[in-house]
């Protein structure tokens, strides 16, 4: 029986014909268009251990004005003259003892690559039915590669007329989500022709979010060999001046923390939170996770575990910090067992949460 005039079949098949094709007159060059795309942003990694991969990246890192927000004339020497002379080994063996030697890449790229293919293959099987053929997704990193300029000029080339950003960070922070943004609307400063831009709102408190939490935790804690007496938040730190200057990441991140306490039922003696990955000597948002996971193995608790919503995928920060450091902090202060609970990553709860964001932030278009 013949495809019915305007079913689905037959309308990919025009479109594919009219891309192959297109309707300009002779001479025009030709022009891909008619595809939505959707760009998945995390923070970034280095191109390789080495000293120079490590320079590189933590030059563009700590160079970004959002991240560092001392004065040029003030930050410039200790960057240059300090801490990009020996930052870059120490954290060069950092990522060393997490670098997927497979791929040959930090595990970031792994996962956010995978979390790509997995939303693709989601949107093209779902109800968006044939039109989840014209989504295309990709994946770019605020600093390092792929590059946010690279990607967003490769959608483009495929047809997309519209594009979706979304950076992976649940809770907004002017130093995560907006520079990844800034990133964004730098590269459009530089395109002629320039696609319709939609960026997606944090999700600290999507129902969508906090259950995929909540599930992938029992899971997790169901693994264990131990119950554990205290679990840990952990989400990133940024300076209490950032706060203090009106940034809403502290309050994203204690409303995270209370919604998933009370959908796990727990008291806060047993599921407190703290805040990691402070760097220099300005105060950063308290109380920080070192210094609690080491007093509570002085005050006698033997098991820990620890998680870290804030995270979309697991990184140095939740690998080898939380993993390695704070581990051992704990077990050299009288602690017998530890666990660094895994992300979301590309998990089904959390493309769950990827793809529920994605197909809402796609209304009208698709």
Known sequence: MPTPPGAPAEDAARRDRMRAKGP??????PVKFGRVGVLLMNLGTPDATDYWSMRRYLREFLSDRRVIEEPRWK??????????????????KDYDTIWNRERDEGPLKTITRDQTEKLAARLAEGALGDKGRDVVVDWAMRYGNPSVADRLAALQAQGCEKILAVPLYPQYAAATS?????????????MRWQPAIRIAPPYHDEPVYIDALASSLREELGRLDFEPERILVSFHGVPQSYLDKGDPYHCHCAKTWRLLREQMGWPVERFPMSFQSRFGPEEWLKPYTDETVKAMAAEGVKRLAVVTPGFSADCLETIEEIGGENCEYFLHGGGEKFAAIPCLNASPQGMAVIESIVRRE???WI
Do not use: S
Request: overall charge positive; proline content about 10%.
């Open 362 to 364: 796609l209304q009208g």
């Open 75 to 92: 930050w410039w020497p200790i960057l240059n003259l300090i801490i990009l002379q020996t930052r870059p080994q120490k954290k060069g």
């Open 24 to 29: 300009w007159p002779a001479g025009h060059p």
């Open 178 to 190: 907006a520079t990844a943004c800034d990133k964004l609307f730098e590269a459009l400063m530089a």
